[in-house]
């Protein structure tokens, strides 16, 4: 009885520390107006988030590199669960070499999505890639292909496969998704990198429970602290409070870890067993957030600093999204960065915001980011719709936070009434709606801002002409010539030079003829020619969507150089991925 009381009294730790509700299954009343859902698609539809959606952490080795759990963890931003989630309908499967959450109906590319590839260079790509990327949408792309439902490439081990792709989505943000690929392998087929890859799924969505099955026989093939302190911690669950307080003396006599970990494990222990030995944890005596600090404390209800949030990666962000430990004013704080790294939808970003104006004051709510919202949907006026929609903008700033505004507007945008009253501000309303892909609501205002010529027609061509399917949008390289030139008044010689460069990458890459070639090399674009274009352009030619997916991540891991995405918008479009061609192609614009 004792056993299933520890665990109780953690899960009643945990439950007590979220103390609100949960996005996704009691869901509050929505701050949007009826009929919301029924808003048109997007054109392109990424898979409906994960339990853990749309992007990750700063380069770090393979779990079986070095890098060990202790060590400075990469972390990203997770959305929350959906109850439509592909993951959760995905059968399961117990088949090593045949494993994935996403099936060609849910969203995933199918199992030829890695034919033909090597899967020691797969592996080693995976490896060495520094999430998160600089695109939401290749973000989107790369995370369907590790989720899709495949057989093992030849030349690696089906268990170390499955490891390097959950790691991967891990350090992406993507830690749901992460753990249902963890969860398809039998424990008995694990392989020391599994190991590895399965402690940092479970440690960065905070279920410290899933460390117990792995840890007896992990701290056997491991040197990793970690793995004792699990020890440690799954003893007190069990109810052998003699072991848990034995292996955490031992293991500070013997400095075998950091006296902070050891006192993470040993007031989740505490918790758990009602002991006396609760040990105060003093965020000042650490300076740095590791993934085992992240988990510890989530399951324990222990916040995280947030000086300590903000100097890790990005990816903790997501992570936060998806915590149930974390209050919802964290989850609405982490949300913007989340979308803009493609973990969370806009979707999601609006529910968070719903279950977010459940818990406050009603006084408070017409002032505040879920209050201007909700205006940007049902105000009663077009123009009070925009000031609320510019509002949020405006507080959204620059970077990760700004981009993550347009996508938390974008389907305001999207209903926003088309009209020559507004064609001004068309620039900003077809940006936001286009983070989303909703291409057709965007196109909707080409007609009025080409007949009301000036900045605001310029700014919406180099938009809708790069999102285009219909060859509406007239391809006119003079055209291109007088939006360079009214961005160089409009943001300076420098910034309008990178993007004229991308613009005319871009066109390029979309196969709109040699013009676009001409012009990146009046714009001092050099050639590329190395070993990355070679490859992304072999896996292109082959049809090897799912290499093509991790190449262009690879080129984008330290911003978007312009023949980078050339090559990466051309490779898309020539394995069958035109809609995110278009889309990354805008983004780069829009992010620029």
Request: charged content about 20%.
């Amino acid at each position: 009885m004792r056993r299933w009381a520890a665990r109780a009294a953690l899960a009643a730790g945990v439950a007590t520390a979220i103390a609100l509700p949960v996005i996704g299954q009691e869901a509050p009343k929505s701050i949007l107006p009826e009929g919301f859902d029924d808003a048109p698609p997007p054109v392109v539809a990424p898979p409906a988030p994960l339990p853990g959606s749309e992007p990750a952490p700063s380069a770090s080795p393979a779990p079986d590199a070095g890098t060990g759990i202790l060590a400075p963890g990469t972390t990203g931003e997770a959305p929350v669960v959906v109850r439509d989630d592909p993951l959760l309908r995905a059968p399961q499967s117990r088949n090593v070499d045949f494993v994935g959450w996403l099936s060609p109906r849910a969203g995933g590319y199918g199992p030829d999505t890695f034919a033909g590839s090597s899967g020691r260079f797969l592996d080693g790509l995976l490896r060495r890639l520094d999430a998160p990327v600089a695109s939401r949408w290749a973000h989107i792309v790369l995370r369907r292909a590790l989720l899709s439902e495949v057989p093992t490439p030849s030349g690696v081990r089906p268990a170390d496969w499955v490891a390097e792709r959950a790691w991967a989505l891990v350090r992406m943000g993507e830690v749901d998704g992460a753990k249902h690929l963890v969860a398809a392998v039998p424990v008995d087929r694990y392989t020391p990198r599994l190991y590895a890859a399965a402690a940092q799924a479970h440690l960065a969505s905070g279920d410290v429970l899933g460390l117990c099955a792995l840890s007896a026989t992990a701290v056997t093939i491991s040197k990793e602290p970690m793995w004792p302190l699990a020890n440690g911690l799954c003893a007190a669950l069990e109810g052998d409070d003699l072991t848990s307080a034995t292996t955490f003396d031992a293991m500070r006599d013997r400095e075998a870890a950091d006296p902070f970990d050891i006192g993470l494990a040993e007031r989740l222990a505490t918790a758990a067993s009602g002991s006396g030995r609760a040990a105060n944890v003093e965020w000042g005596e650490v300076s740095r957030l590791t993934v085992y600090r992240f988990g510890m404390a989530s399951a324990g209800g222990v916040a995280v600093p947030e000086d300590l949030v903000e100097r890790a990666s990005p990816a903790v962000k997501a992570w936060l999204l998806r915590s149930p430990s974390a209050s919802l004013e964290r989850r609405l704080a982490a949300a913007p960065t989340a979308a803009a790294l493609g973990v969370a939808s806009a979707a999601e970003l609006a529910r968070v915001h719903s279950a977010y104006a459940a818990e406050m004051d009603p006084f408070a709510f017409e002032a505040s980011p879920s209050g201007q919202l909700r205006a940007a949907y049902v105000a009663r006026s077009a123009d009070a719709r925009l000031a609320a929609m510019r509002t949020l903008w405006q507080r959204g700033g620059t970077g990760r936070s700004g981009f993550g505004a347009k996508i938390l507007t974008a389907q305001a945008a999207a209903r926003f009434p088309v009209a020559a009253d507004h064609v001004e501000a068309a620039p900003e309303i077809v940006e936001s709606a286009l983070t989303a892909g909703y291409t057709a609501a965007a196109m909707r205002w080409w007609p009025l801002a080409e007949d009301a010529g000036g900045s605001a027609r310029d700014r919406v061509w180099a938009l809708l002409v790069l999102a285009d399917r219909g060859n509406r949008v007239p391809v006119d390289t003079g055209r291109f010539d007088d939006w360079a030139a009214g961005e160089k008044s409009r943001v300076g010689d420098v910034r309008a030079t990178y993007r004229a460069q991308l613009m005319a990458a871009a066109m390029s890459g979309l196969g709109h003829g040699g013009d676009w070639d001409e012009l990146l090399d009046d714009l001092d674009v050099a050639p590329l020619a190395n070993a990355w274009t070679r490859r992304i352009d072999a896996a292109a030619a082959g049809g090897r969507v799912g290499e093509v997916a991790v190449l262009a991540a690879t080129g984008l891991q330290h911003g978007v150089p312009p023949r980078h995405l050339q090559k990466i918008i051309a490779a898309y479009r020539r394995v069958g991925l035109q809609n995110e061609a278009r889309m990354l192609a805008v983004e780069a614009l829009t992010r620029s």
